[in-house]
Nanobody
Framework: QLVESGGGSVQVGGSLRLSCSAS????????MAWFRQTPGAKRENVAQ???????TYADSVKGRFTISQDNAKNTLYLQMNDLKPEDTAIYYC??????????????????WGQGTQVTVSS
């Protein structure tokens, strides 16, 4: 089970750190990712960390967002800085047992959290 937390409302330029806590399952070695979605829009894969620790980011968040994980706590993080109104979305964490995934392959993720809302206002 994956449970996100840390969402909220911030002003433009602010920061938030999302957490994704994994329980009842050891996700070490899995590909872990953050997605976001707004109503009527396609789900966007904004960041992922694969089983070997390789990090990949969408161009829309590169340089502003940082994905990391604490294996001892079985927790995934997304540090979001310099937030913009277009970052407003529900953010989901997800895990996949597959290797070699590029961004955008949400079909490969079989465990998902319930989502946490991030709202950025100007």
């Amino acid at each position: 089970q994956l449970v996100e937390s840390g969402g909220g409302s911030v002003q433009v330029g602010g920061s938030l750190r999302l957490s994704c806590s994994a329980s009842n399952y050891d996700y070490r070695g899995f590909c872990m990712a953050w997605f976001r979605q707004t109503p009527g829009a396609k789900r966007e894969n904004v960041a992922q960390i694969d089983g070997d620790g390789r990090l990949t980011y969408a161009d829309s968040v590169k340089g502003r967002f940082t994905i990391s994980q604490d294996n001892a706590k079985n927790t995934l993080y997304l540090q979001m800085n310099d937030l913009k109104p277009e970052d407003t979305a529900i953010y989901y964490c997800a895990s996949s047992p597959l290797e070699g995934l590029g961004l955008g392959n949400d079909w490969a993720y079989n465990h998902w959290g319930q989502g946490t809302q991030v709202t950025v206002s100007s």
